[in-house]
């Protein structure tokens, strides 16, 4: 495992993080704001990956896992409250949920 | 052998991009679903099989799984039959169609015995994760089964239908009967 590679990767696990970051600042649909949301988990267990197999360590993998995890529970919660957003506003507009009562 | 690395991740930035500038919801979950296989690669060919396999298990598999389920959820009605028809020609799965076969043709090279594919002299086995993750982690292990249980009582309680609306639909069928 070169540290070029490495390099490499975490410059990869970089770019697919900025693009998610795009995707939630640009997008206003709620299921693309979570799409974008798991492409960033996706990167950053990219990252652990990359950095566990430079020292060819499990720690990496395990954090992934945790990850993993956590993507799963974010997701179940987030399209929960987004069918449920649908089904009050009739709609996915992230902007429509601007306005407060009151 | 690097070049299976970078047409990995060349694949995977490509999907990830078209995910984020797709207009229709299943579109961008094709491309979603072809950018985490070549991630997957990319983790096969770093050294870590049992984190490949996850990713292609439970991102892959379940999660995206998740996300059609509410897409088809949220499209139900009669124009659902007719966007149904449109998604069928080949214009729109031929994208992610030609990525996914750019990393099947990178799987089959890898399996060629005598390939050195894998870049990492020191693969991380499942066996030694295992066995890290029930060790030093456990704690980790069971903060992740909280949250999990967490997720799931407040999947259900967020997905249920509250009585209110239940009633009024139930009024309507009456109406309508």
Not at chain 1, 4 to 9: G, K, P, S, V
Not at chain 2, 56 to 64: L, N, Q, R
Not at chain 2, 122 to 141: H, N, S, T, W
Request: hydrophobic share 65%; proline share 2%; net charge negative.
């Amino acid at each position: 495992m070169t540290a070029t590679l490495t390099d490499h990767a975490l410059l990869i696990a970089v770019v697919l993080l900025a693009l998610g970051v795009c995707g939630v600042l640009v997008r206003r649909n709620l299921l693309f704001i979570l799409m974008s949301l798991e492409i960033m988990l996706n990167a950053a267990g990219l990252a652990f990956v990359a950095a566990g197999a430079r020292w060819a360590q499990a720690d990496g993998q395990i954090m992934f896992i945790l990850i993993l995890t956590l993507a799963a529970a974010e997701v179940a919660i987030g399209l929960a409250l987004a069918l449920r957003i649908y089904r009050h506003f009739q709609t996915l507009d992230a902007d429509a949920l601007s306005g407060m009562r009151g | 052998m690097n070049l299976a690395f970078y047409l990995a991740a060349a694949v995977a930035v490509f999907a990830t991009t078209m995910v984020v500038t797709r207009l229709n919801a299943v579109h961008a979950l094709l491309y979603l679903v072809v950018s985490l296989l070549a991630v997957a690669l990319m983790f096969y060919i770093l050294g870590a099989p049992f984190a490949a396999a996850l990713e292609i298990i439970i991102y892959a598999g379940a999660i995206m799984v998740l996300f059609v389920f509410v897409v088809m959820m949220l499209n139900l009605g009669e124009q659902a039959v007719a966007r149904e028809r449109g998604w069928l020609t080949p214009g729109i799965w031929v994208g992610p169609a030609l990525l996914s076969l750019v990393l099947l043709a990178e799987l089959l090279y890898i399996l060629i015995p005598g390939t050195q594919a894998v870049v990492n002299p020191e693969i991380v086995e499942a066996k030694r994760v295992g066995v890290e993750l029930f060790g030093p982690y456990l704690l980790a292990v069971e903060l992740a089964s909280m949250l999990l249980l967490g997720g799931l009582v407040g999947a259900w309680q967020l997905g249920r239908r509250d009585a209110a609306a239940q009633r009024q639909e139930a009024g309507h069928d009456r109406d309508a009967d």
